[in-house]
């Protein structure tokens, strides 16, 4: 009885881990993402920038919700201060440091996730329509905070 009680505690342990670094859930508005965590220091977790997204723009978080399925935190792709879309990788995106600035953070999001439409569409990628995208919900956002 106490060995199976220990090997549920360590099975329970785990399974929080995994929950805690590696996943997104939210039940409500049915949207999983995969977070590929980073070794580089940052002062925000993937986690808060979305739970922002999610406060500051529904329809910005409908879109991270439908488009994709993973978010790599990894500056080697963007950049430390930006990110990028792989074509081959149709629903995942990838973002640099926080920079400190959630809303910055969030318009990254909201940037990359522009791409990831784009490309499941098939249409080329267009960075002045995600520019576009993120200084849109930028704005909107001024109104709010």
């Known amino acids: ?7 549920f505690l360590i099975i329970f342990v785990i399974l929080f881990l995994i929950y805690y670094w590696f ?16 070794f580089q220091p940052s002062n925000l977790s993937t986690k808060e920038t979305i739970n922002f997204l999610k406060e500051s723009s529904a329809e910005e978080y409908k879109n991270l919700c439908i488009h994709v399925s993973a978010i790599n935190k990894n ?17 995942t995106i990838y973002v640099g440091n926080d920079q400190n600035n959630i809303a910055l953070a969030a ?3 909201v940037h990359e996730t522009c791409h990831a439409i784009q490309g499941q569409k098939g249409l ?22």
């Open 107 to 109: 318009a990254i999001l």
């Open 75 to 91: 500056p080697a792709c963007g950049g430390f201060d930006g990110g990028c879309y792989e074509p081959n990788k149709t629903r």
């Open 1 to 7: 009885m106490k060995q199976l009680f220990k090997s």
């Open 23 to 38: 996943l997104y859930i939210d039940i409500k508005e049915k949207c999983v993402f995969v977070l590929v965590p980073t």
């Open 124 to 145: 080329p990628l267009a960075e002045g329509e995600c520019y576009a995208a993120g200084s849109h919900y930028l704005n909107s956002i001024t109104d709010l905070y």
